[in-house]
């Protein structure tokens, strides 16, 4: 029969041993998961503001993950980017995403003085419709009407290009390959 002494002396230890091996767990799961959160070629800042133009543009865009999108598909192979940008103007792809968010942030800055992302729907949608018709005030590398076309084909593939999309549209989804993944 063991005693509780010797019991003791064996549970303990044990115990303790497995408490810090699960908290460390734990903590490493928590680390990946902010890791798996932040972007790979976009600062969180652009992200955001990438995502609320978008979402202007085209309801449900940000929160289907379109600055993820974006930025996934800069990080990549750019002969694999599923961006319309591939096929247009392949020189410098995330340069182009960066100067474009960056057209709209000093735009915004000049007409309200606040970011992108602190404006109202109103001012976010008046500076949409400013680029649509090229007539923004500070922004002008790139076109901002042709980040606008680039931008707006980002958000429609997120929004309505993936088997949800469909199915919100009441139209069978009908691939041949099904896609890994939604995008």
């Known amino acids: 029969m063991i005693g509780r002494r010797h019991f003791l002396t064996r549970v303990i230890p044990t115990t303790f041993w497995t408490s810090f091996i699960m908290r460390s767990l ?3 799961a928590e680390a990946k998961t902010v890791e798996n959160e932040s972007y790979k070629t976009l600062t969180t800042t652009e992200a955001e503001t990438l995502g609320a133009w978008c979402a202007i543009i085209v309801s ?3 929160q289907a993950g379109v600055a993820r999108f974006v930025d996934e598909n800069l990080a990549g192979d750019q002969a694999a980017s599923l961006l319309l940008l591939r096929y247009l103007d392949a020189s410098d792809m995330a340069g182009f995403y960066r100067n474009g968010i960056s057209g709209i942030e000093k735009e915004c800055q000049h007409r309200f003085g606040l970011s992108f ?3 109202n729907a109103d001012q976010r949608l ?3 419709e400013a680029a649509i018709a090229s007539k923004m005030q500070v922004w002008t590398n790139p ?3 042709f980040f606008y076309f680039i931008s707006r084909s980002d958000a429609v593939d997120v929004v309505y290009g993936t088997q949800a999309g469909f199915a919100d549209l009441n139209i069978p989804y009908l691939a041949h390959i099904p896609p ?4």
């Open 26 to 28: 734990s903590r490493n």
């Open 60 to 62: 449900g865009a940000g």
């Open 180 to 183: 890994p993944r939604p995008w």
């Open 117 to 119: 992302a602190r404006a």
């Open 126 to 128: 008046e500076l949409v």
């Open 143 to 145: 076109n901002p009407n």
